[in-house]
């Protein structure tokens, strides 16, 4: 996978992008970027796609701007030569996965079937749109693919909203989610670019879902922590078992035999998906503690610590 596919995967989201307006190109960029979606699929529906697609590649240069709906090599071409980063077509096109692949322009066709998979496949091709996605079975086709092709992520879009996208971003051969529900047409015809930035932030902590794990107790040796845990578990009715380096009162505390990270002990943060709310955190500027990555049995970071303490409490994200 491309540097470019790579970051759309670690986003999450392709906003579906329509304009007809020139001038609202670079607010609208500007609003995805402040609300954690730096990327935009401007749409070549209108007349102003090219013009669009330059304000928001000049002005805006921290979002990855590509060009949708695009049918033929022209399109594609003037998509490029405006600053685009990457072509996605509605269904399978030879002639423009062909001149994309010759140019080294990134390609995200549209399939709906295995043929459709194949020819891609046959481009030497690793990320494919699944359009449109609902009338084609969903997630239980993705579901299906994923056995014989293994190999392949899909972008799915069209009836992807809201409310079923975590049912898409937890499937493993999803590698973003596309859609207008990310920057809907009222709010651009009304300018509102503060509701836009609003319902990007609103859509990334959904995906990521951020919940509270436990509360880390630092203590003076293993007896504290056994004595710490038992009453903590008895307060409140919670059966304590014991790891290596911790008891635990069901859930609500991780009691450290010892101290570890945190002056005051620390903090577990659970998300949903912890790929991504690494990835979340470095686009902001928040920096982790790499050396602190605990890899599950999957050969996948199941914790990470911030490099940073809060109020004395180290932080850490754990996978839930």
Known sequence: MSENLQRISQI???PLVVLDDPEDALPLAKALQAGGIPVAEVT????AAKECIARMAQGAPEVLVGAGT???VEQAEAAVQAGAKFIVTPGFNPDVVDWCVKNKVDVVPGVVSPADIEQAM???LTVCKFFPAAAYGGTKTLKALAGPYAGIRFLPTGGVNEENMLDYLALSN???VGGSFTCPDSLVKAKDWAGITSLCQRLIQKMLGFELAHVGINTKDAEDACNVAGRLGFLFGKTVTETPGAYFPGSIAEV???SYLGEMGHIGINTRDMDRAIAYFERIGVELDHSTEAINE????GAIYFKEQI???AVHLRRA
Not at 44 to 47: L, V
């Open 311 to 313: 109020g004395g409490f």
């Open 122 to 124: 046959s481009f030497g």
């Open 44 to 47: 070549f529906r209108t007349d």
């Open 298 to 301: 999957e050969g996948k970071i």
């Open 174 to 176: 999803v590698a973003a």
């Open 12 to 14: 999450g989201f392709v």
């Open 256 to 258: 450290v035999k010892g």
């Open 70 to 72: 695009v049918h033929t």
